[in-house]
Nanobody, 122 residues
Framework: QVQLVESGGGSVQAGGSLRLSCAAS????????MGWFRQALGKEREGVAG???????LYADSVKGRFTISNDNANNTLYLQMNGLKPEDTAMYYC????????????????WGQGTQVTVSS
């Protein structure tokens, strides 16, 4: 059974940092395209960052330069380092695994975690 378990969310002030973790079981993250998504109030779920085969990384324009996605192969864990957080980053963050080609689309992913809440205050 595949499980993705996110952790590391919380409440921070603008300009602060958080590191989200996604511990995977039932799959090996190196054999999947991995991604982080977020869904804020009144918005659709959107792709934040992708970590694909051979270490290729992709980012939404809104987070590029502030967020970094990485993969700890030894622990089968995906990370999202979030620096310079802004109030507009407030959302539920989800990690996902799949094999689709369009990393920014939720339908490209087969497996999802339950999410971890990130709240950024002004």
């Amino acid at each position: 059974q595949v499980q993705l378990v996110e952790s590391g969310g919380g409440s921070v002030q603008a300009g602060g940092s958080l590191r989200l973790s996604c511990a995977a079981s039932g799959i090996t993250v190196t054999t999947y395209r991995m991604g982080w998504f977020r869904q804020a109030l009144g918005k659709e779920r959107e792709g934040v960052a992708g970590f694909y085969y051979y270490g290729r990384t992709l980012y939404a324009d809104s987070v590029k330069g502030r967020f970094t996605i990485s993969n700890d192969n030894a622990n089968n864990t995906l990370y999202l380092q979030m620096n310079g957080l802004k109030p507009e980053d407030t959302a539920m963050y989800y990690c996902a695994a799949g094999r689709g080609l369009q990393w920014w689309l939720p339908r490209s992913y087969n497996y999802w975690g339950q999410g971890t809440q990130v709240t950024v205050s002004s």
